[in-house]
């Protein structure tokens, strides 16, 4: 799918989620949901099978899907946003969008710093902030390869 058919097409389910969205919790069913989302995130980049050629794919495994689940009623924008950036940023690494990369990660580190400790579970909370340590890790070994520059 094309990096603009994408942004128009979050743009589009983020529209019609707005809202609800701008003032939504989570409930159980959907913060479990995220939960289990960010981890896959995370699995795709994990592991002693991890090389520059599966990357892309891993991440894009992990993506499919985004947009729908993220539409859906009682998800926080600050959630929205983070998920949706961060397969952003997949799909620039997929199509070696350089500087869009890191441009991603940071609207979605920007989303996930959002969350509240005060409004959200310890399992929702845990998994915002594992989710900016790999981000920032990904933005670190970006800018050491000079991507982001």
Not at 37 to 51: A, E, H, K, P
Not at 94 to 105: F, M, N, Q
Request: hydrophobic share 45%; charged share 20%.
């Amino acid at each position: 799918m094309s990096r603009k058919l994408i942004t128009v097409l979050t743009a589009c389910a983020l529209a019609f989620s707005a809202t609800a969205a701008s003032a939504a919790e989570f409930n159980e069913e959907r913060a479990n949901i995220w939960v289990a989302r960010t981890q896959s995130f995370i699995n795709s980049v994990s592991g002693d099978d991890l090389t520059l050629q599966n990357l892309s794919p891993r991440l894009s495994a992990a993506c499919v899907g985004i947009t729908m689940e993220v539409s859906k009623p009682n998800v926080p924008t600050w959630a929205q946003q983070g998920h949706l950036y961060f397969c952003h940023a997949a799909d620039d690494i997929k199509h070696l969008y350089g500087k869009a990369i890191c441009k991603d990660l940071k609207f979605s580190l920007k989303a996930l710093q959002k969350a509240d400790p005060a409004k959200e579970t310890a399992a929702v909370m845990a998994a915002a902030n594992d989710l900016i340590f790999l981000e920032n890790t990904m933005l670190e070994g970006f800018g050491k390869s000079k991507v982001c520059r």
